[in-house]
């Protein structure tokens, strides 16, 4: 993997008497964490803290991080929030749902945590999704893309759009400018892999295409090179003319080095968890992606913080980055002008669309409906090309 440039390491920022506290274990954590809490914070003049979670190591979590960084380095700049200083507490879920659980208890039970940026991932998002709910505190996520978390409740947020438009856009590029008819899946069993199938399935079906085969795979399956050989040579046998994968990056890698290795040569797509596979070099060349934000198709000010992003990291934003970014431009902004309060905040945010405007972000305008989706932002399709995810043309 190739890691942006000047991306510091990864601690989750506390400070020493918070952090002092936890080494003396649970008999004594709640009482001398509170006491250790109002050391840190003091007064309403502290920092104004926002917990920004995701698999911070891996491929697509680490751009997720870098423009949580690029943020907060902007904003402390500007004076903060209102003069206060932006504190970001940066925890490492790891894609895992049960350290999800673990890490917004955690978030939850911090009272000076005003609001979340995150869960990057399905599964991890709606383990989280009840412990915020529970406690009163807004979520926004970035890029967690299934059905599902429609119904997590009015404490979670996302500024992403959901399987039910990047299975879609997939089928349509799939049976329009590739005319292809004959597609096999592989899948990732969690949530958001059986979510872009589904979205698939029926759009791809309707459109006169036929799904030879659908297999689930594990993050396990795809740790050997050839755990995924038989799920791809039946699809080969079957005369599959193009391979749907809906995983994460580094799962899609090795099934798209086995792919090629056993011959296939047709076109490969998956969405936007494929965002960061073109790190793993020529042979992810050609490979198509949904995406709700490419760099080279940003304008205005988004063609700025693009080129801003690329001159701080040595490479474009994806989505997950510029999604993020947005993410927190908005509880920012939803802090600013009614205050840290967590209920305040996440009224602030239901009323965007509607008794607000839209917000305008870097990855397009955000408008939230009833459930906290962003129903009318689009999806577009891109290829890698020269290492890089550009906007995919005419196919």
Known sequence: MT???????????????????????RAWALPIAILALAACEGSTDGPIRIG??????LIYGESMRAAALMFQDELDAGGGIGGRRLELVIHDDAADPERAIELASQLAGDPWVAAVVGHVTSGAMLNAAPIYADSGLVAVSPTATSPDITRSGEWVFRVCPSDREHGPALARWLAGPLSRRRAAVLYANDPYGRGVLEGFAG?????????????????????????????LERAI????????????????????RAARRLGFTGPILGGEGLLGVENAGPVTEGVYV???????????????????YQERYGAP?????????????????AIEEVG????AIRDYLASIGTVRPAFEGVSGSIAFD???DVPDKSVAIGRIQGGRVRSAGGG
């Open 370 to 372: 009833e459930n906290g």
């Open 3 to 25: 890691r942006l440039e000047r991306l510091p390491p990864n601690p989750a920022p506390v400070c020493a008497s918070e952090a002092g506290a936890r080494s003396f274990g």
């Open 52 to 57: 920004v979670v995701g698999p911070t190591q």
């Open 203 to 231: 759009e791809f079906e309707a459109a006169g295409g036929a799904i030879i085969a659908r297999d689930p795979f594990l993050s396990s399956t795809t740790q050997d090179s050839t755990g995924v050989d038989p799920y």
């Open 317 to 333: 934003p994806d989505a997950f980055a510029a999604q993020t970014y947005d993410a927190l431009r908005l509880v920012a902004r």
């Open 340 to 343: 840290s309060d967590r209920s």
């Open 237 to 256: 046998a079957r005369n599959a003319d193009a391979i749907v994968i809906a995983g994460f990056a580094d799962e899609a890698a090795t099934i798209i």
């Open 290 to 308: 949904s995406a709700p934000f490419l760099p080279d198709g940003a304008g205005g000010e988004a063609a700025e913080w693009v080129a801003a």
